[in-house]
Antibody, heavy 120, light 106 residues
Framework: QLQLQESGPGLVKPSETLSLTCTVS??????????WGWIRQPPGRGLEWIGS???????YCNPSLKSRVTISVDTSKSQFSLKVTSVTAADTAVYFC????????????WGQGTLVTVSS | IQMTQSPSSLSASIGDRVTITCRAN??????LNWYQQKPGKAPKFLIY???SLQSGVPSRFSGSGSGTDFTLTISSLQPEDFATYFC??????????FGQGTKVEI
């Protein structure tokens, strides 16, 4: 059974960089059938896609966040990571990682999510 | 592409038929997926391609629509169905957007 687990600091200071890692187990991160993504959910609000990376090495980010977001992968550790720079209180959210299927772009497996609070 | 769900919330009783609507501001063919989320949990994937049920999802859930207008229907609401439901478009892959959610309450 595929499992994803987010990890990283739960508290980040304003203007600093948020860094999270997603560890994938029970399946391969190296697959052309799927890609991998990050989604966030501010408290009490809806879901926002942050970005994704593909087996090909390409990464794509939400245009509203693009200049601040970096997604990278370490296939040897079955991990992919998210960095968001210059954070503000508006970046406070539960951050999820997920697998994305093809061709319908469904987020079929999710991590449990991790709350990141931006506060001094 | 913007996705708009209606209503934002609804109250229903056990056994009720519940319908949630999701509208795209541009045509997305059938590139529409549905999720269920309970408090403090990750979303659960329910339906893909507008109407195809994910394996293991109860048959009381169904989806329909194409183009810009879509619906999620729960034919007979069960206690475990009280949750928030989200639609998500994948027509503009690799960029995705979600609806704002519909909360189904008792």
């Amino acid at each position: 059974q595929l499992q994803l687990q987010e990890s990283g600091p739960g508290l980040v200071k304003p203007s600093e960089t948020l860094s999270l890692t997603c560890t994938v187990s029970g399946g391969s991160i190296n697959s052309s059938r799927y890609h991998w993504g990050w989604i966030r959910q501010p408290p009490g609000r809806g879901l926002e896609w942050i970005g994704s990376f593909y087996y090909s090495g390409n990464t794509y980010c939400n245009p509203s966040l693009k200049s601040r977001v970096t997604i990278s992968v370490d296939t040897s550790k079955s991990q992919f990571s998210l960095k968001v720079t210059s954070v503000t209180a508006a970046d406070t959210a539960v951050y999820f990682c997920a697998r994305v299927g093809s061709p319908w772009g469904e987020f079929d497996y999710w991590g449990q999510g991790t709350l990141v609070t931006v506060s001094s | 592409i913007q996705m708009t769900q209606s209503p934002s919330s609804l109250s229903a009783s056990i056994g009720d038929r519940v319908t949630i609507t999701c509208r795209a501001n541009l045509t997305i063919n059938s590139y529409l997926n549905w999720y269920q989320q309970k408090p403090g949990k990750a979303p659960k994937f329910l339906i893909y391609a507008a109407s195809s049920l994910q394996s293991g999802v109860p048959s009381r859930f169904s989806g329909s629509g194409s183009g810009t207008d879509f619906t999620l229907t729960i034919s007979s609401l069960q206690p475990e169905d009280f949750a928030t439901y989200f639609c998500q478009q994948s027509y503009s892959t690799p960029v995705y957007t979600f609806g704002q959610g519909t909360k189904v309450e008792i």
